[in-house]
């Protein structure tokens, strides 16, 4: 099983709210990740986490806010928000086996689409 | 310069017959490769790893050339079900995968 699960699955907020988007998968991987995609463009990565450890930040504004309460699940934490983030938000899943070495297949959640107002 | 580059298409296939294309990519060592499909408003789902030695997987085919920094995708016997955008994803050396813009195939009845 490569499921990976997101709620919700579709997101209507305005700029001064406060949501959160989870993310689980129960395929014992140890590495999780944040993706933006816009429309016709490539997926984006925000963070990584590695073992409940965020590991990389691509230097995403503090409006969003990551979190890994365990290995399981990924929440991502939206607050004053801006229209421009509007964008389909894609969790996904590897392995983790750590650094060096091939890197891992991702296996990627259907997605959240956030519309900002 | 991108470090992953592809045609973006889109490729018009008839049902039945056989399209191929390339990525680009800038990193020489990268070591892991894939492709990924993505239907409209949809994930990317993982179609295949490349290996060095090409791969197969029913009617795909997959290529590594190292040397040139390139990998290829073919699929034969194109089925209406085929039409997708096919994302060459690469990792950056450093665990970090990197996409491309995607290639669009379109097969058409």
């Known amino acids: 099983d490569t499921e990976v699960t997101q709620t919700p699955k579709h997101l209507v907020m305005g700029m001064t709210n406060k949501k959160s988007l989870k993310c689980e998968q129960h395929?014992?991987?140890?590495?999780m990740y944040w993706y933006k995609q816009k429309a016709k463009k490539p997926p984006e990565l925000m963070f990584v986490?590695?073992?409940?450890?965020?590991?990389i930040n691509e230097s995403v504004p503090s409006r969003f806010s990551p979190e890994c309460p365990n290995s399981s699940l990924l929440n991502l934490h939206l607050h004053a928000l801006q229209p421009e983030d509007s964008a389909l938000y894609l969790c996904?899943?590897?392995?983790?086996?750590?650094?060096?070495?091939?890197?891992?297949?991702?296996?990627f959640g259907p997605g959240t689409r956030l519309t900002v107002l | 310069r991108k470090e992953v580059e592809q045609d973006p298409g889109p490729f018009n296939v008839p049902e039945g017959a056989t399209v191929a294309f390339n990525c680009t990519y800038s990193?020489?060592?990268?070591?892991?490769f894939f492709w990924y499909r993505q239907d409209c408003r949809k994930e990317p789902k993982l179609l295949m790893s490349?290996?060095?030695s090409g791969n197969e997987d029913g009617r795909f085919t997959a290529q590594l050339n190292r040397a040139s920094q390139y990998i290829s995708l073919l699929i034969r016997d194109s089925k209406l079900s085929d039409s997708a955008t096919y994302l060459c994803?690469?990792?950056?050396?450093?665990?970090?995968?990197?996409f491309g813009a995607g290639t669009q195939v379109v097969v058409t009845p």
């Open positions: 994803v690469v990792d950056d050396s450093w665990g970090k995968l990197q």
């Open positions: 986490y590695s073992y409940e450890k965020l590991s």
């Open positions: 490349v290996y060095s």
């Open positions: 395929m014992g991987h140890r590495a």
């Open positions: 996904a899943s590897s392995q983790g086996r750590g650094s060096g070495g091939p890197t891992d297949t991702q296996y």
């Open positions: 990193n020489s060592a990268s070591q892991s």
